[in-house]
């Protein structure tokens, strides 16, 4: 097995380039000068033509470029994999297997701490399961009731999280075999540890672990983040859904209900698994919603839940290293009329000793944004004994401030906003960019400066400036304060859209901007998800891509559309931009699409095969930047 020692700091690709913003570099990139490739009066830097706008059977991609199915849903992942047979699927079969759903995506170059871009760890999540679509027989309606034991388990090791090593042979990635790093977390065997001042609190302790800090499993793994030390996070985000059982048959039931746990679950795990019965094992939930940490380049490496990032539906956990060391985590928590969250670390990363930064997230100061009509934003403190968050409101403790984090929100005033998802920080400017997905509930005397639409089914996204931000500047993103504005509002030009004029020209426009990420430009790409409105609305969820600074400042182009019924996850750029990995989510998830009649067979088009979520690695054919 490969040595996996570094004493070396591993940079964040958002630091090298913020370094090389800062030098200058990103605007004089060639290329520049060729945008306005369909009509003069384009503006854009991005000189991609875009595929046809339209929902289709299968993926599209901007001319010039390739898009390679690089793994898909029952691919082999451990060395000891079996082969797939979805007709004769096992759970110990799938716990060795390429997981289910798959959402974010990291490239890790190999070696650690190097910018290789042709060689690497993709760390990819796998956040849920559609067990109509896995199995045949099945409906939406009837599968609760109809799954069995095995299925069920089938399912569970379908969640989690994938490792593989992947490496470039000319445009092409392959999957290496036998690699020491490849690795499966999942939801049915692996062991998780909690850490941070909620580890082994009362409220987390059960029956199976009654030391409240250990942990079977992780659940819908959304989007997250890498660190700069070369871990990942991945956020757990709606675990409420696989618990049933009356909440108010509990102690825990405020808490429950906040966290939406209603009774009966989508899912049937608990007919088969006591601690998904919340009657049974009322702490169980409290063990869901956290940030993870684990090292991909260690394969024995014990995943972490760091509890002092707080506990609600994380989407996304970014970070940004502050001049002083210290890392900044930005967390959405994707919810109609909830929050958004940044966590500040206490300590500074140790830059000589990657393995000394292990528990830095474990200590800091997490808060919540509050939007003021006046631009500015006020990030509030969660911390125990400050202002409301005492025993006369239930909060024992910081554990408790963190378990309950949504309801300390609530107390200290943040802002309810319309479905906070990917949160990302732009390395050419120190712009935070917040994607906002979409929220049909918001009534008109509930809209405020930062979420100013009612029915708000298109979403938006928020730009946030920190003081000192700018371009090659990063900005003080511990401060109290910051200014925000809104880059767009989406959806078409009738429901009052806000791009740039020209997008007009392109009729690329989107709904519910779910995760983003930026290329060595500063320019931002947006992964859009609008779940069943996508038919309805007659725009296609994928990539798209715009500047964020210059006269091409919100001018939206369509990039790659995922096929029917499919959301899309995931965006990761390799260092030198010449790779897009991207994750194609749920193709043919709809209500009457099953494994016997499914909407589309994507990506393999057999007639005994149902579709399966898979990675794709989109590449240009003139081997230069994506999208350039
Ligand atoms: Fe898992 Fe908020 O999307
Ligand atoms: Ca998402
Ligand atoms: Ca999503």
Same mark, same amino acid.
């Given at each position: 097995?490969?040595?996996?020692?570094?004493?070396?700091i591993?940079?964040?690709?958002?630091q090298?380039?913020?370094?090389?913003?800062?030098?200058?570099?990103?605007?004089?990139?060639?290329?520049?000068?060729?945008?306005?490739?369909?009509g003069?009066?384009?503006?854009?830097?991005?000189?991609?033509r875009?595929?046809?706008?339209?929902?289709?059977?299968?993926?599209?991609?901007?001319?010039?470029?390739?898009?390679?199915?690089l793994?898909?849903?029952?691919?082999?992942?451990?060395?000891?994999?079996?082969?797939?047979?979805?007709?004769?699927?096992?759970?110990?079969?799938?716990?060795?297997?390429?997981?289910?759903?798959n959402?974010?995506?990291?490239?890790m170059?190999?070696?650690?701490?190097?910018?290789?871009?042709?060689?690497?760890?993709?760390?990819v999540?796998?956040?849920y399961?559609?067990?109509?679509?896995?199995?045949?027989?099945?409906?939406?309606?009837?599968?609760?009731?109809?799954l069995? *034991?095995?299925?069920?388990?089938?399912?569970?090791a379908?969640?989690g999280?994938?490792?593989?090593?992947?490496r470039?042979?000319?445009?092409?990635?392959?999957?290496?075999?036998?690699?020491?790093?490849?690795?499966?977390?999942?939801?049915?065997?692996t062991?998780?540890q909690?850490?941070?001042?909620?580890?082994?609190?009362?409220?987390?302790?059960?029956?199976?672990?009654?030391s409240?800090?250990?942990?079977?499993?992780?659940?819908?793994?959304?989007?997250?983040?890498?660190?700069?030390?070369?871990?990942?996070?991945?956020?757990?985000?709606?675990?409420?859904?696989?618990?049933?059982?009356?909440?108010?048959?509990?102690?825990?039931?405020v808490?429950?209900?906040?966290?939406?746990?209603?009774?009966?679950?989508?899912?049937?795990?608990?007919?088969?698994?006591?601690?998904?019965?919340?009657?049974?094992?009322?702490?169980?939930?409290?063990?869901?919603?956290?940030?993870?940490?684990?090292?991909?380049?260690?394969?024995?490496?014990?995943?972490?839940?760091r509890?002092?990032?707080?506990?609600?539906?994380?989407?996304?956990?970014?970070?940004v290293?502050?001049?002083?060391?210290?890392?900044?985590?930005?967390?959405?928590?994707?919810?109609?009329?909830?929050?958004?969250? *940044?966590?500040?670390?206490?300590?500074?990363i140790?830059?000589?000793?990657?393995?000394a930064?292990v528990?830095?997230?474990?200590?800091?100061?997490l808060?919540?944004?509050?939007?003021?009509?006046?631009?500015?934003?006020?990030?509030?403190?969660?911390?125990?004994?400050?202002?409301?968050?005492?025993?006369?409101?239930?909060?024992?403790?910081?554990?408790?401030?963190?378990?309950?984090?949504?309801?300390?929100a609530?107390?200290?005033?943040?802002t309810?906003?319309?479905r906070?998802?990917?949160?990302?920080?732009?390395?050419?400017?120190?712009?935070?960019?917040?994607?906002?997905?979409?929220?049909?509930?918001?009534?008109?005397?509930?809209?405020?400066?930062?979420?100013?639409?009612?029915?708000?089914?298109?979403?938006?996204?928020?730009?946030l400036?920190?003081?000192?931000?700018g371009?090659?500047?990063i900005?003080?993103?511990?401060?109290?304060?910051?200014?925000?504005?809104?880059?767009?509002?989406?959806?078409q030009?009738?429901?009052?859209?806000?791009?740039?004029?020209?997008?007009?020209?392109?009729?690329?426009?989107?709904?519910?901007?779910?995760?983003?990420t930026?290329?060595?430009?500063?320019?931002?790409?947006?992964?859009?998800?609008?779940?069943?409105?996508q038919?309805?609305?007659?725009?296609?969820?994928?990539?798209?891509?715009?500047?964020?600074?210059?006269?091409?400042?919100s001018?939206?182009?369509?990039?790659?559309?995922?096929?029917?019924?499919?959301?899309?996850?995931?965006?990761?750029?390799?260092?030198?931009?010449?790779?897009?990995?991207?994750?194609?989510?749920?193709?043919g998830?709809?209500?009457?699409?099953?494994?016997?009649?499914?909407?589309?067979?994507?990506?393999?088009?057999?007639?005994?095969?149902?579709?399966?979520?898979?990675?794709?690695?989109i590449?240009?054919?003139?081997?230069?930047?994506?999208?350039?």
């Amino acid at each position: 097995m490969r040595r996996l020692d570094s004493t070396e700091i591993v940079l964040s690709r958002r630091q090298i380039l913020a370094a090389s913003a800062a030098a200058g570099a990103v605007a004089a990139l060639p290329g520049q000068a060729s945008a306005a490739k369909e009509g003069a009066s384009d503006p854009s830097s991005l000189a991609f033509r875009q595929p046809e706008h339209t929902i289709a059977d299968t993926h599209r991609v901007a001319a010039g470029h390739q898009a390679q199915v690089l793994i898909r849903w029952g691919d082999g992942v451990a060395v000891d994999a079996p082969a797939f047979d979805v007709f004769a699927q096992s759970a110990a079969a799938q716990d060795r297997q390429f997981g289910y759903n798959n959402d974010f995506v990291a490239f890790m170059p190999l070696p650690v701490g190097s910018l290789a871009s042709e060689h690497g760890l993709l760390c990819v999540n796998h956040e849920y399961t559609n067990a109509e679509l896995m199995f045949p027989g099945l409906t939406l309606k009837d599968k609760t009731e109809k799954l069995c *034991r095995e299925q069920v388990d089938v399912e569970i090791a379908a969640h989690g999280h994938s490792v593989i090593e992947v490496r470039k042979n000319g445009q092409s990635w392959q999957v290496v075999a036998a690699s020491p790093f490849a690795r499966r977390l999942s939801a049915l065997t692996t062991e998780f540890q909690m850490s941070g001042p909620a580890a082994g609190h009362d409220r987390l302790k059960t029956k199976a672990d009654p030391s409240g800090r250990t942990v079977i499993g992780t659940l819908n793994n959304c989007a997250g983040g890498v660190t700069p030390w070369g871990t990942v996070l991945i956020a757990e985000e709606n675990f409420d859904t696989y618990f049933s059982g009356d909440p108010k048959k509990t102690p825990e039931s405020v808490n429950h209900i906040r966290l939406g746990i209603k009774g009966k679950s989508r899912y049937a795990w608990s007919r088969f698994h006591d601690r998904f019965d919340i009657e049974k094992e009322p702490n169980e939930p409290n063990r869901f919603g956290w940030v993870v940490e684990f090292d991909p380049y260690d394969p024995t490496s014990v995943p972490v839940k760091r509890t002092a990032l707080g506990r609600f539906k994380h989407e996304a956990a970014t970070c940004v290293t502050l001049a002083d060391g210290r890392v900044v985590v930005y967390s959405g928590d994707d919810e109609m009329f909830e929050y958004l969250y *940044r966590f500040v670390s206490r300590d500074p990363i140790d830059r000589k000793n990657r393995r000394a930064n292990v528990g830095l997230l474990d200590h800091g100061t997490l808060s919540v944004a509050r939007f003021d009509k006046d631009g500015t934003m006020t990030w509030l403190p969660l911390v125990w004994g400050q202002g409301k968050l005492t025993a006369a409101n239930g909060f024992a403790s910081q554990a408790d401030v963190l378990i309950d984090a949504r309801r300390a929100a609530d107390l200290v005033g943040a802002t309810p906003m319309d479905r906070p998802e990917d949160v990302e920080t732009n390395p050419a400017n120190g712009r935070v960019y917040v994607m906002l997905t979409n929220n049909s509930q918001r009534k008109p005397e509930q809209v405020n400066g930062a979420n100013p639409r009612a029915d708000n089914r298109h979403g938006h996204v928020l730009e946030l400036t920190p003081p000192g931000a700018g371009k090659g500047r990063i900005g003080r993103h511990d401060a109290e304060r910051f200014r925000w504005e809104i880059l767009f509002l989406a959806g078409q030009r009738a429901d009052g859209a806000t791009y740039h004029p020209a997008t007009d020209k392109y009729g690329a426009w989107l709904s519910a901007p779910d995760n983003c990420t930026f290329d060595n430009r500063g320019r931002l790409w947006i992964s859009t998800d609008q779940g069943s409105n996508q038919r309805k609305n007659a725009i296609p969820d994928g990539m798209y891509a715009c500047d964020v600074d210059g006269p091409g400042r919100s001018l939206v182009k369509f990039f790659y559309g995922v096929p029917r019924d499919a959301e899309m996850c995931g965006p990761a750029f390799t260092p030198d931009n010449r790779t897009l990995f991207v994750a194609v989510q749920h193709p043919g998830e709809d209500k009457d699409s099953t494994f016997d009649r499914p909407s589309t067979r994507w990506p393999d088009f057999r007639p005994d095969l149902p579709p399966r979520p898979a990675i794709v690695a989109i590449t240009k054919d003139d081997g230069g930047p994506v999208g350039s």
